[in-house]
């Protein structure tokens, strides 16, 4: 069948052998089925080589879609339509997938007010994105003995972008650092679609401020350019000016 056929060559494009997946056809070699319907339609337990007869007849396959119940449950399909749908929805599933990407911030235990509210934008920056970030805080020298710095630093931080992000991953000792993760409360889809809106809105309102700007200038005449030359006053009436 034409079906078939398909299925034959998808297959070996993708370089495997169908019968990894389902079997179909021919290659179902139990002696009974519990055949079900194109439509969904439950036929019963019938001897494969009339499931075979049915399917033909119907220009259709014979797929095994349970093989391990007894007796394997078959359907009468397209499997060639069948394969092609299934393709498209994990392409479509893979597109909509995003991958989330850990940011890193490095910060010293001593640091100034100016320099934490710095790195603190970015770190919200980055939660707004819908990424995750690794806060590592850097000790040098005496400062290795004092961890209490840098946890309380962290917790502030935390604190901080409490309504962005939470604490995926607590405090902890990593050799000379100290490291925490965030993990952002919007996830990184969610994110891409308001920056997008927000893109959107911005264009639209700068286009609808264009558009008024033409409108006032189209509805103003300009100001007459030229002006009434005056007649200088002439102190003798004998002297033609």
Excluded: W
Aim: net charge positive; glycine share 6%.
């Amino acid at each position: 069948m034409a079906s078939a056929c398909r299925a034959e060559a998808f297959s070996s494009l993708v370089g495997g052998h169908i019968s990894t997946e389902l079997r179909i056809n021919d290659r179902i070699r139990v002696p009974e089925v519990r055949l079900v319907g194109p439509n969904g339609e439950t036929v019963g337990i019938v001897p494969t080589d009339q499931a075979l007869k049915l399917a033909q007849e119907a220009d259709l396959d014979l797929v095994e879609v349970a093989p391990t119940a007894r007796p394997p449950v078959c359907k009468l399909m397209d499997y060639g339509k069948f394969k092609y749908e299934n393709a498209q929805k994990a392409r479509e599933a893979r597109r909509n997938q995003t991958n989330v990407i850990i940011k890193e911030m490095k910060l010293r235990p001593k640091i100034d007010q100016h320099d934490y509210e710095t790195k603190k934008g970015h770190v919200v920056r980055f939660l707004k994105a819908g990424d995750k970030v690794k806060i590592t805080i850097m000790f040098r020298g005496r400062e290795q003995h004092r961890p209490e710095l840098g946890f309380r630093l962290l917790q502030k931080l935390a604190e901080d972008v409490d309504e962005l992000g939470f604490v995926e991953s607590s405090p902890k000792q990593d050799g000379r650092n100290m490291v925490m993760v965030l993990g952002p409360h919007k996830k990184k889809a969610e994110a891409k679609a308001e920056v997008k809106a927000a893109k959107e809105s911005r264009a639209a309102e700068r286009a609808a401020e264009a558009a008024e700007e033409r409108a006032e200038r189209t509805a103003t005449p300009p100001a007459a350019q030229k002006k009434e030359r005056r007649r200088s006053e002439n102190l003798d009436p004998d002297i033609d000016l």
